[in-house]
DNA sequence: GCCAACGTTGGC
DNA sequence: GCCAACGTTGGC
């Protein structure tokens, strides 16, 4: 079992997207960097929770949980060309990009803000608030899981 | 294999 | 909208 942050823009797909969708399930595609597709592919589990992280937003924020519950399956986006996330050199016999499926499991009532966590001594070390991390799904660590639940109020 | 040019991410 | 920090691409 572990735990991750995944980023989306919430103008594109907040988590109130996700709440809403049937059986409040959707696959998170669009996964278009080496790094995060290796964590998908290679580790990511079901079962796994992860934070719903809005980013490039007016307040950066932690604001929710989510559960995987699919293990890594290629991304059929990659091979529509009418699809933003088209790329020609994805090979459908060969799929060069993955996506897992994600189950909505929780709001908070008082998001986690970056700068809330920029504040926090005990977590300059988290991945997200190194320096120039632009990677959308990051792992996060056991403490750093319980520490952000606590800021949310929710433990 | 190097590296300049270019594109993207994401905080501010 | 700006810009720093990266990742990717492609010429050589």
């Given at each position: 079992m572990a735990y991750w942050l995944m980023k989306s823009e919430p103008d594109v797909y907040s988590i109130d997207h996700l709440r809403s969708e049937k059986r409040k399930t959707d696959h998170w595609d669009g996964i278009r960097n080496y790094q995060a597709r290796n964590f998908m592919r290679d580790q990511m589990q079901k079962g796994d929770l992860a934070f719903f992280y809005h980013s490039n937003c007016a307040e950066p924020a932690v604001v929710g949980v989510m559960e995987i519950v699919s293990e890594a399956y290629p991304d059929?986006?990659?091979?529509?060309?009418?699809?933003?996330?088209?790329?020609?050199?994805?090979?459908?016999?060969?799929?060069?990009w993955v996506m897992v499926d994600v189950k909505f499991k929780k709001k908070f009532k008082t998001p986690v803000t970056l700068a809330d966590i920029k504040a926090q001594k005990k977590l300059s070390d988290m991945r997200l608030v190194q320096r120039g991390n632009r990677l959308s799904i990051l792992p996060v660590t056991p403490v750093e899981w319980r520490h952000i639940l606590k800021m949310a109020g929710e433990s």
């Open positions: 059929h986006t990659a091979f529509d060309s009418q699809e933003k996330y088209f790329d020609a050199g994805s090979d459908p016999d060969n799929p060069r």
